[in-house]
């Protein structure tokens, strides 16, 4: 498997949000994105971290927006996936279909 | 919506709502600076405001709280492994260190008051850990218990030790100890080599030492065999003694030495440093008690348990209540079980440290809370040399918030800036808590026990670093919620020079002085209460005069020394008489026990025509046992009768002398005590009636704190109901009062007088009747004393604060009072404007102080003597002080506005 990135559970979280989101994938809107989604509530330490994290690897890239009102005047750092960033959430995807492929009737069971 | 390079936050509106500033200046702290951590705030304030429209401000604050608290834990490590991070606080902590430096005066002022706040706090703090806190210095110390009783029916609701026959009981069938051990401190002389020395003795049953974890430095501890009365004389030797008597020669086991008249064999040396519950002995003894000949009763000898593992402290107390019964079915010809059930006797085990630290406890409790408020004290002020400051640098911060420096940025550089100082004035806090301890330890009582275990350890250190911190974030709050969000538009506009920097401004420095009066007031009250209590104290009559003019010291005649009693009785009176030939002695007497001297001794009294019903415990009164000229040598007045004379002596008359609350007892007229009669009682015999031929005044035998102890005093000898038997009292200390001068100078020729009757005898325990009777005013002369350096130190704080805070305000309404001036204003009315400003503040304070006092000084209702805890008095003149003080200290500024020279004033601007 070579030079594959893997994804941490709340990275994959963050990457898909931020392309879901596209031009509007900011901190609160990621935050917002993923608390209505998964139902959990998210804290802005880990969003902001794990954005980090994603920058350091070189799978998103962020740009910071205008100073905006509604918040306090502070600007927007909009996060947008690589072409590495949206491979690793492709390849990501891929494995987990594979591994959750011919469970769904097992699963039925813990419903 | 545009995406553009990164570019610095702008000015910002000011009346909309932003989220708790408190957390937002957390975040700051572990944030990066710049716009990277500005965004995260964004990203929280947006769903704040989202948060606060939908769900209300509550909910909305509640989740900002969370929210912050998860991002410090998630940001702080992560931010400790950044190199850059770490680059860019050393830098800051280096301009932080230059921009104080620039500042000398007011970095100077700030460590010091830091530091008497703080080196005050860890020098008491580590008096309460070494002895409070820290565990005792034995093995499993946690398992080790007092065993105790109390005899609530007859007054004892606390405090009865162990006896003998319960001990024996409770060692043969318990089921919660591992061991049981008992010990009574005492003293003990040695004769044979050089003068006849007495010193400090522990008696312990065999099972003590090594019940305690004790290994014994050489040789071995005691058999059980040593512990019975035909057991072999044995002896252990404390390693004090060891090293002054011995010079630590190893050799000396197997030796012989002289005790008490007995040659014992020397079998082992303690390790250094035991300190066997509270004594620092030299020799150690076993008591050698004779089982078949105890019965149930002589509760004299502190008892000590280890606990089995998992035993709890209640769990043995319930086991050694069942052995109360068992111990008086197997020991009788002492007490019954119905007098004990009338005297609700019961079982009081509790952790051995109780024992250990006794009443201390309170004292260092109050004085660590005395010191506490002294530290609050000081952070006020440094919070008002911070506000004043601030205000200069309030055009500073503002152009750097301007030039895009973020909330979070500056907050978290002011709380840096006051964390730098706190740890600063913690640094020279610890080396002037260093040299308190020592000016602490020699000024505490002599019954601060485990002061061996005091000093500045790993605990002490962590503890004063704590505080610092503590105390760094606690004035830096209040000047960086002040700046954390400048007034960038007005600051600029203004030149910096703010005609009001703000009402809220002049608030907070306003609550920081009136707090500090308020605090102030709190420990002046205290340390009023005290003085109260200490005059109280000294006009208490002990049952003794002018102390200061007598010296006592002790005899023991052991029995290996002289068989016969009466020659006992002649061998006193010799040396009694050589005493009072001494030149210089005004006058001399024998007692078994002066007043306060700690050697007391209780008994059961019967009197005649008070017979007892039946099982009742009779009334217990302490006994003493005296020659003639006693109360004359006291200075104890005698209220009805006469004394004991040297003829009754010799006749051995059956006459004995009670204190004036003895007799009140009994008969409402004191003086009708004399011509009754008293005796002894014990079960089941009819010892000899003795006639009451006078009565004195009452001795707070137990101490001037303590109330009046009834007393019976016995002739120096006794005899039996047939006259064959004499028993004459073997100890005795004598009470020398000098004609003037210092008695104890008088110590060389008192001691020729006693060997020239007997060169064996050691002569011990010298000390003026003054001596003991500070000692029972120890704790209160030392309370005193810490509370009043305490309130001076803030006092001293309150009064720079309230005379700086009106110098400042003066100052800055120089124009004002120009102009008032220039319109005709008297310089009396100036001055009476700025008193004005000052009295309000300082009312307030009193105040506010009076209400604390009222709630606080009830802590230390234990310490007071003869006086309430909310004494008028003491309030109203406390009160009455600090107002006074204030006003002084605000003359001052108020003369100097008063004499503003308008047209200067003017040009000024």
Request: net charge positive; proline share 6%; hydrophobic share 45%.
């Amino acid at each position: 498997m070579g030079d594959r990135t893997f994804l941490g559970e709340f990275e994959h979280l963050v990457l898909a949000a931020a392309l879901r989101l596209g031009d509007g994938a900011y901190g609160a809107a990621l935050m917002r994105e993923i608390e209505e989604r998964t139902g959990r509530s998210v804290q802005a330490g880990s969003v902001y971290i794990t954005v980090q994290r994603l920058e350091e690897k070189g799978l998103v890239r962020c740009t910071l927006g205008e100073p905006t009102e509604g918040r306090g005047g502070r600007p927007k750092r909009f996060v947008t996936p690589t072409p590495a960033g949206v491979r690793a959430l492709a390849d990501h995807r891929e494995a987990m279909l594979r591994i959750w492929d011919g469970l769904e009737a097992d699963l039925e069971g813990g419903r | 919506m545009s995406r553009g390079a990164p570019r610095p936050s702008g000015p910002r509106r000011r009346a909309a709502p932003a989220p708790p500033r408190l957390a937002t200046g957390l975040l700051g702290l572990v944030l990066p600076p710049g716009s990277d951590g500005d965004a995260l705030l964004g990203d929280m304030e947006e769903l704040w405001r989202e948060r606060r429209a939908g769900r209300g401000a509550l909910s909305a604050n509640l989740w900002y709280l969370g929210q912050t608290l998860g991002a410090v834990l998630h940001l702080l490590p992560r931010q400790l492994n950044d190199k850059s991070i770490m680059d860019h606080l050393v830098r800051q902590l280096r301009h932080i260190v230059r921009r104080l430096a620039r500042a000398p005066l007011f970095t100077g002022v700030a460590v010091l008051t830091l530091a008497v706040g703080i080196g005050s706090n860890t020098a008491i703090f580590s008096v309460v850990d070494g002895v409070l806190l820290k565990p005792l210095p034995f093995k499993d110390s946690d398992r080790l218990v007092g065993i105790w009783f109390k005899a609530p029916g007859v007054g004892f609701p606390t405090g009865v030790p162990d006896s003998p026959a319960l001990h024996y009981t409770i060692a043969a069938s318990n089921h919660t100890f591992e061991d049981v051990g008992m010990y009574k401190i005492g003293t003990a002389s040695v004769t044979g080599v050089g003068d006849p020395e007495q010193v400090p003795m522990v008696r312990v049953t065999w099972r003590t030492i090594p019940l305690l974890g004790i290994r014994p430095l050489l040789g071995r501890t005691f058999t059980e065999e040593e512990d019975t009365p035909d057991g072999p004389q044995t002896v252990m030797l404390g390693y004090g003694y060891w090293q002054r008597r011995f010079g630590g020669d190893r050799t000396v086991l197997g030796r012989t030495l002289t005790v008490d008249a007995v040659a014992r064999e020397i079998i082992g040396v303690m390790p250094k440093g035991v300190d066997l519950l509270g004594s620092d002995a030299d020799l150690y003894l076993p008591f050698r008690f004779n089982q078949k000949t105890l019965g149930m009763g002589d509760f004299s000898y502190p008892g000590i348990g280890r606990l089995k593992p998992g035993v709890t402290v209640a769990e043995a107390d319930a086991d050694v209540a069942r052995m109360i019964p068992l111990a008086v079915e197997r020991y009788p010809g002492g007490f019954t079980q119905g007098m004990l059930k009338q005297a609700r006797f019961s079982a009081d085990v509790h952790p051995l440290k109780q024992d250990v630290v006794g009443d201390v406890g309170k004292v260092l409790w109050v004085l660590l809370g005395t010191v506490g408020i002294v530290l609050l004290i000081a952070c006020a002020n440094v919070a008002n040399l911070f506000l004043v400051r601030g205000e200069g640098r309030q055009r500073e911060l503002a152009v750097r918030t301007a030039m895009g420096a973020s909330r979070g940025t500056i907050f978290g550089e002011l709380i840096l800036e006051s964390l730098v100082l706190a740890v600063a004035g913690g640094l020279v806090g610890l080396a002037l808590a260093f040299g308190g301890l020592k000016l602490l330890v020699a000024l505490g009582p002599t019954s601060l026990p485990r002061l061996q275990e005091i000093g500045i350890d790993p605990t002490v250190l962590g503890f004063t670093l704590g505080i610092s911190l503590l105390a760094g974030v606690l004035f830096g709050l209040f000047p960086a919620l002040r700046h954390g969000e400048p007034d960038t538009v007005s600051a600029l506009k203004e030149g910096g020079r703010g005609s009001s920097a703000g009402k809220r401004q002049h608030l907070a420095r306003n609550a920081l002085v009136v707090t500090q009066m308020a605090l102030a007031l709190v420990l002046l009250v205290g340390s009023g209460l005290m003085i109260r209590s200490f005059r109280a104290l000294r006009s208490v009559q002990p049952g003794f005069t002018d102390p200061r003019q007598a010296v006592t010291f002790r005899v023991t005649i052991p029995s290996a020394e002289e068989k016969n009693p009466a020659q006992v009785v002649l061998d006193y009176q010799q040396m009694v008489d050589r005493v009072r030939a001494v030149p210089g002695v005004a006058s001399a007497a024998v007692t078994s026990s002066a007043t306060m001297d700690g050697y007391t001794s209780n008994d059961a009294i019967a009197v005649q025509g008070f017979p007892l019903e039946k099982d009742q415990i009779p009334p217990i009164r302490r006994y003493k046992w005296i020659g003639e000229d006693y109360f004359a040598t006291m200075g104890n007045p005698l209220l009805a009768g006469r004394s004991i004379t040297r003829s009754d002596i010799d006749d051995r008359a059956r006459v004995v002398v009670v204190t004036e609350d003895f007799a009140r007892d009994y008969w409402p007229d004191p003086r009708d005590a004399v011509g009754k009669r008293l005796r002894d009682f014990v079960t089941g015999q009819q010892p000899p009636w003795y006639e009451i031929v006078g009565v004195v005044g009452d001795i707070h035998d137990d101490g001037v704190n303590k109330p009046s102890v009834p007393t019976v005093f016995w002739p120096q000898v006794l005899r039996d109901a047939y006259g064959d038997t004499l028993y004459a009292r073997r100890s005795m200390a004598f009470v020398v009062r000098a004609k003037s001068g210092d008695p104890t100078t008088l110590m060389p020729q008192l001691r020729k007088a006693v060997w020239a009757v007997n060169p064996n005898l050691p002569v011990a325990r010298v000390r003026t009747l003054a001596q003991w009777e500070a000692r029972s005013m120890a704790s209160t002369s030392f309370t005193l004393i810490m509370l009043g350096i305490a309130a001076g130190v803030a006092l001293f704080l309150g009064v720079v604060g309230i005379y700086g805070v009106i110098s400042y305000v003066v100052s800055q309404r120089t124009r004002e009072i120009g102009v008032r001036m220039a319109m005709g204003a008297e310089s009396a009315d100036v001055s009476r404007m700025v008193i004005r400003e000052a009295a309000v503040l300082a009312g307030l304070g009193v105040v506010a102080g009076l209400a604390a006092s009222w709630g606080l000084t009830r802590l230390m209702a234990s310490l007071l003597y003869g006086v309430s805890p909310s004494d008028p008095a003491t309030f109203v003149a406390v009160g009455v002080l600090l107002s006074l003080v204030a006003l002084v200290a605000s003359w001052v500024p108020a003369y100097r506005a008063s004499r503003v020279d308008p047209v200067e004033a003017l040009r000024f601007e």
